[in-house]
Nanobody
């Protein structure tokens, strides 16, 4: 069974940085979309960032507006992994962050949670003011 395992969450002061990692248990997602979502207490899960391919090898990234310029999503297919570098963190970034993976490129739907068939267990990110 495919598993996604996140790591790298924690407690950080506002303005600080964290790097989230997500490792897939197999190479199934090498050409598919991978993304990060988050869910704060009392709120719905929301899209944060995603990365996928358009064409044979062109990587495309997308971000929610509130994290553009602060967060960067990358992937390493050799390690079956996706990362989220989070800089200039704000208290409103506090949430459980989930890694998600799709077997397809899903270029036009990478912001939709329904695109992703596989999810990690989540990692807590807390930003103190």
């Amino acid at each position: 069974q495919v598993q996604l395992v996140e790591s790298g969450g924690g407690l950080v002061q506002a303005g600080g940085s964290l790097r989230l990692s997500c490792a897939a248990s197999e190479r199934t997602f090498a050409s598919g979309a991978m993304g990060w979502f988050r869910q704060a207490p009392g709120k719905e899960r929301e899209f944060v960032a995603a990365i996928t391919y358009s064409g044979w090898s062109t990587l495309n990234r997308d971000y929610r507006d509130s994290v553009k310029g602060r967060f960067t999503i990358t992937r390493d297919n050799a390690k079956n992994a996706v990362y989220l570098q989070m800089n200039s963190l704000k208290p409103e970034d506090t949430a459980v962050y989930y890694c998600a993976a799709s077997l397809t490129k899903a270029f036009s739907t990478i912001k939709a949670a329904t695109t992703y068939a596989y999810w990690g267990q989540g990692t807590q990110v807390t930003v103190s003011s």
